[in-house]
């Protein structure tokens, strides 16, 4: 156990608080039932069986749909519980008691590594643990006699201990009220006082068994901390909700993060790097964390700021000279002989990417015959997906009853414990996205079944949990379904968690469904600000000590580069940049892509060896004509992604430059390209409408353009 410099016990005495309500926003849905896809689609009873069930939800969440892929599955799903780590605060049911822990990490040149070191326990023995209630960013935890209220960027750990006096295990732990400093905790009695039980701390007088758990920054103004801390605890969160709303014109997605509680009053918060700037009042020090150093303010809620300048879901129109075209026309060709991929629920639906970007490119160049040919291969194994035909059938979706989710028959990657859903499940809706869009009778057959497994990794559909794999106050998605691990949970492919939001939009607007739309739209945005901060490394300053600014996998305590499959820098990075799609230009700063094609040719010891494809079309945004000469190298190709798909992103870089963010579309049907004084826009319409995209700079209209259903326009003003 790492010492504990000092601790300091504070007693505060806290005025009357009045109760309240949970926000029903943040209740889950009530009961498990299979959805009905409607029209011509199908799913199975039963397939791949998880294999842990829920056995630890308590009181009112027995035998509801509950969320995966969340820092707290693991109490959900194991004997006792891995760290449910909450930024700057984690704990660990032990059979001693409820450790809580918020240790520094440590850098080395591969990895940043958060210990857990308890320093506080409490009660104990515990012989079991329950999840009794959660929302948008905060969990419940009964373990024995207490029950552990967990809120991600808070640094106060709320208790209450029901049927036995409040004990804490504290043995560096001083009761003479003076001012702590270094690495310190305070501990706080709802209007009772401590008394020292040799290494236990009682608490006598406690309103409702009520005791609060608060780690003090580093560099903390000691006046201005104690009134914070005293008003945070007094009122303890009993309920969280997340909002985000997209604003068209500004082009910006705003994430708004609520904690509720007892009584009202602000909170302490703390803010992650791409939080900073969200509101409240600064205090003075900072939490150290894996993802960079934490700040601090007290405020009634966070407002987070994303980027959202627009979006391409389709081919754009780009001036094709004609051996450029013809050179992406047998690429097309090439794509089309290859050999089909193969596999379950990820390779399989890798390959329905791979056939969907075809179609796109097709479409872009206006080949007729092609533009027919990749859908009339992506139908039936789109259908095949989409269909159950009884036992004997290869592949499949079935609906499980024991979590509540859709889980594609076979499994790979552990995909029946709901690992990677958002990254297998989204191949498939954007492929059904570009099938619909060409094909009615698709649209109209398998739309509800598609409707639905894009629901089952958004959440918020009758049968399913109200989310699934996002994290609202981490701003991304996380990838294991049950969290079996020490470091918590972890997400290895950012790019294909960004991948899965856009195909949300890309269905969303085929379908005429607006809700989906802004979903996806609002979704696409917070994760792509977040993957280009904690996976490539822009605008962050990585814990001194990493030699990277990739990482290959962020956990909730740590960060590795490194993959779960391999050690080589191209997979560390490539992973990070599958598939390519038109959705890909979220990373295309020019001087943050030439940074990293040199960081991976030095880390690499030349040019890479597998998926040149990738780096070829990365290094595009900053040198389009560097990228086309490794194109025509003919390098290894990625799965997921065509040769046609990444000749011409390239050729649409070279022609149109970077995309330019002062320069703002109203819809994601737009993006502008390019010098801010003459941008290129670039319009696509994937819808069954015609459509008219205006175009802003600075809140000034400079252009508004229309285009009809299906088509792409693009202009330079």
């Given at each position: 156990m790492r010492a504990v410099a000092a601790l300091a016990v504070l007693v505060l005495l806290f005025g009357c608080t009045s109760g309240g309500e949970p926000d029903p926003a943040a209740a889950p849905p009530a009961t498990i039932a299979k959805p009905d896809p409607g029209g011509a689609g199908s799913f199975a009873d039963s397939g791949a069986t998880p294999s842990k069930p829920p056995a630890q939800a308590g009181g009112a969440l027995e035998g509801q749909a509950l969320p995966t892929n969340q820092r707290w599955r693991s109490g959900v799903a194991r004997p006792l519980s891995q760290p449910p780590w909450s930024h700057p605060v984690a704990v660990r049911a032990t059979p001693e008691g409820m450790?809580?822990?918020?240790?520094?990490?440590?850098?080395?040149?591969?990895?940043?590594?958060?210990?857990?070191?308890?320093?506080?326990?409490?009660?104990?023995?515990?012989?079991?643990?329950?999840?009794?209630?959660?929302?948008?960013?905060?969990?419940?935890?009964?373990?024995?006699?207490?029950?552990?209220?967990?809120?991600?960027?808070?640094?106060?750990?709320?208790?209450?201990?029901?049927?036995?006096?409040?004990?804490?295990?504290?043995?560096?732990?001083?009761?003479?009220?003076?001012?702590?400093?270094?690495?310190?905790?305070?501990?706080?009695?709802?209007?009772?006082?401590?008394?020292?039980?040799?290494?236990?701390?009682?608490?006598?007088?406690?309103?409702?068994?009520?005791?609060?758990?608060?780690?003090?920054?580093?560099?903390?103004?000691?006046?201005?901390?104690?009134?914070?801390?005293?008003?945070?605890?007094?009122?303890?969160?009993?309920?969280?909700?997340?909002?985000?709303?997209?604003?068209?014109?500004?082009?910006?997605?705003?994430?708004?993060?609520?904690?509720?509680?007892?009584?009202?009053?602000?909170?302490?918060?703390?803010?992650?790097?791409?939080?900073?700037?969200?509101?409240?009042?600064?205090?003075?020090?900072?939490?150290?964390?894996?993802?960079?150093?934490?700040?601090?303010?007290?405020?009634?809620?966070?407002?987070?700021?994303?980027?959202?300048?627009?979006?391409?879901?389709?081919?754009?129109?780009?001036?094709?000279?004609?051996?450029?075209?013809?050179?992406?026309?047998?690429?097309?060709?090439?794509?089309?002989?290859?050999?089909?991929?193969?596999?379950?629920?990820?390779?399989?639906?890798?390959?329905?990417?791979?056939?969907?970007?075809?179609?796109?490119?097709?479409?872009?160049?206006?080949?007729?015959?092609?533009?027919?040919?990749?859908?009339?291969?992506?139908?039936?194994?789109?259908?095949?997906?989409?269909?159950?035909?009884?036992?004997?059938?290869?592949?499949?979706?079935?609906?499980?009853k024991t979590w509540g989710g859709l889980i594609a028959v076979p499994p790979e990657f552990g995909s029946q414990d709901y690992n990677d859903h958002h990254f297998q499940y989204g191949y498939l809706v954007?492929?059904?996205?570009?099938?619909?869009?060409?094909?009615?009778?698709?649209?109209?057959?398998?739309?509800?079944?598609?409707?639905?497994?894009?629901?089952?990794?958004?959440?918020?559909?009758?049968?399913?949990?109200?989310?699934?794999?996002?994290?609202?106050?981490?701003?991304?998605?996380?990838?294991?379904?049950?969290?079996?691990?020490?470091?918590?949970?972890?997400?290895?492919?950012?790019?294909?968690?960004?991948?899965?939001?856009?195909?949300?939009?890309?269905?969303?607007?085929?379908?005429?469904?607006?809700?989906?739309?802004?979903?996806?739209?609002?979704?696409?945005?917070?994760?792509a600000a977040t993957a280009r901060m904690y996976w490539l490394g822009e605008g962050l300053d990585r814990p001194e000590g990493y030699s990277h600014r990739v990482a290959g996998i962020v956990w909730d305590a740590k960060i590795d580069y490194a993959t779960f499959f391999d050690p080589r820098p191209e997979s560390i990075e490539g992973i990070q940049l599958l598939p390519v799609t038109f959705g890909s230009l979220y990373r295309a700063n020019p001087d943050a892509a030439r940074e990293r094609s040199a960081a991976l040719d030095r880390a690499a010891g030349g040019r890479p060896r597998v998926w040149g494809d990738l780096f070829a079309a990365d290094l595009a945004a900053a040198d389009p004509d560097a990228a086309l000469r490794r194109l025509g190298q003919n390098p290894p190709r990625e799965d997921s992604t065509s040769r046609a798909m990444v000749g011409y992103y390239v050729r649409m870089l070279a022609a149109f430059g970077a995309p330019q963010p002062a320069v703002t579309a109203d819809a994601p049907y737009g993006l502008a390209f390019g010098d801010e004084a003459r941008p290129t826009l670039a319009v696509v319409n994937p819808t069954g409408e015609p459509r008219i995209v205006t175009f802003r700079k600075e809140g000034e209209v400079i252009a508004r353009i229309e285009v009809a259903p299906g088509e792409a326009v693009s202009r330079q003003q």
């Open positions: 450790q809580v822990s918020s240790a520094p990490p440590a850098a080395s040149a591969n990895a940043v590594v958060t210990p857990f070191e308890p320093a506080v326990t409490a009660g104990g023995p515990i012989g079991e643990l329950r999840v009794v209630e959660y929302g948008a960013f905060h969990v419940v935890l009964r373990a024995g006699s207490v029950e552990a209220t967990l809120v991600q960027g808070s640094p106060i750990l709320y208790l209450r201990f029901d049927r036995a006096e409040p004990a804490l295990t504290a043995p560096d732990a001083t009761v003479d009220g003076q001012a702590a400093r270094g690495d310190e905790w305070d501990l706080i009695a709802d209007g009772g006082s401590w008394r020292r039980d040799g290494e236990r701390l009682v608490a006598t007088g406690a309103r409702e068994g009520r005791v609060a758990v608060a780690k003090v920054p580093d560099g903390v103004d000691r006046a201005a901390w104690d009134a914070a801390v005293k008003e945070a605890a007094a009122h303890p969160v009993e309920a969280t909700t997340a909002t985000m709303a997209y604003d068209r014109e500004a082009g910006t997605v705003t994430q708004t993060l609520t904690a509720k509680r007892r009584g009202g009053g602000p909170g302490v918060w703390a803010l992650l790097p791409h939080q900073r700037g969200g509101g409240g009042r600064e205090l003075a020090g900072q939490y150290p964390d894996a993802l960079g150093a934490m700040s601090v303010v007290e405020a009634d809620e966070i407002r987070v700021i994303a980027p959202m300048p627009g979006l391409l879901t389709e081919a754009p129109s780009i001036p094709l000279p004609g051996r450029a075209r013809a050179e992406i026309v047998a690429d097309l060709d090439r794509d089309l002989a290859a050999k089909p991929g193969a596999g379950g629920s990820y390779f399989g639906m890798k390959e329905l990417g791979r056939l969907a970007t075809i179609a796109q490119v097709a479409q872009g160049v206006d080949d007729q015959r092609r533009r027919k040919e990749a859908p009339d291969r992506l139908r039936p194994q789109l259908v095949d997906w989409l269909t159950y035909r009884g036992p004997g059938d290869g592949r499949y979706f079935a609906y499980d954007r492929a059904a996205a570009v099938l619909a869009a060409a094909d009615e009778g698709f649209r109209r057959d398998y739309g509800g079944a598609v409707d639905l497994i894009a629901r089952e990794y958004t959440g918020g559909a009758p049968g399913f949990p109200p989310f699934r794999v996002f994290n609202p106050y981490l701003g991304r998605s996380a990838a294991s379904g049950f969290a079996p691990f020490a470091d918590g949970n972890n997400q290895e492919s950012s790019s294909e968690a960004v991948a899965a939001w856009e195909a949300v939009v890309r269905w969303g607007s085929v379908r005429g469904q607006d809700d989906l739309v802004e979903l996806g739209a609002t979704h696409y945005a917070m994760e």
